[in-house]
């Protein structure tokens, strides 16, 4: 039987799919990120399903017992605390380890903090580098953060509330004057906002008025500068 990945709600708990709520209760087990958030999302849903947890710390110990499971023709359902699994979150291996013993995987997709925050974000995204979670020390975050101003095109990061600050000033150190900032707040949720600037202003900003939300900040692409036509110059005869 196979294994579903369903997206979840990223915020507001009306953006999930029916085919999600679907697909939740009728599998034959569940597989969540953290059980309390787990348990709070099923709980309002109307479902009750047995769960399995994994995370950074057992998803290796426990993937062979869930891979048993489904050798067994039982089917189960992957999901994470918010937004579509496996961005940033666990579960990664167990994929690895349905395609290596032949079990089909099928994606129920939904709500994503990538592509909402990148749909509102006035962007260009013809082509974007997903950069996920940076770095936790500073040294290290600045070079990596050294290595993304090299790309030209449209950068997201990801990271948690209490290091909005430190990112922005390491990012206003190492990030081209020419790269503007859009942060996203509380997607989908009744404090969302949206701010756009140079890191400079947002720091200011947000050591005035600190916000201890879940955000998404996304790097502007290198603007694009115009040449300007090339004027003919008009040479007068000689008489």
Request: aromatic share 6%; hydrophobic share 40%; glycine share 4%.
């Amino acid at each position: 039987m196979p294994l579903y990945v369903v997206a979840v709600p990223i915020g507001h708990p009306d953006d999930i799919t029916h085919r999600a709520i679907k697909t939740l209760s009728e599998v034959d087990f569940l597989i969540c990120e953290e059980l309390k958030p787990a348990r709070k999302m099923l709980k309002a849903l109307g479902i009750q399903q047995e769960l399995y947890q994994i995370n950074e710390h057992n998803e290796k110990d426990d993937t062979e017992e869930i891979i048993a499971l489904l050798k067994e023709n039982k089917s189960a359902a992957l999901f994470s605390d918010c937004g579509t699994p496996l961005f940033a979150d666990p579960g990664t291996f167990l994929i690895k380890r349905c395609h290596e013993s032949g079990i089909k995987i099928s994606p129920i997709p939904g709500a994503s903090s990538l592509t909402a925050a990148l749909s509102v974000a006035g962007v260009e995204t013809k082509q974007f580098y997903y950069a996920g979670f940076l770095p936790r020390n500073s040294d290290d975050r600045r070079k990596e953060i050294q290595k993304l101003n090299r790309m030209g095109c449209t950068i997201v990061i990801y990271d948690t509330p209490y290091r909005l600050l430190a990112l922005l000033e390491d990012i206003q150190k190492e990030l081209s004057s020419q790269r503007q900032l859009t942060i996203l707040f509380s997607l989908t949720q009744l404090q969302e906002k949206i701010w756009k600037g140079p890191p400079g202003a947002l720091i200011k900003k947000f050591k005035q008025n600190p916000l201890k939300q879940e955000f998404v900040l996304i790097v502007d692409p290198v603007p694009v500068k115009i040449k300007k036509p090339v004027k003919s110059i008009k040479t007068r005869k000689r008489k």
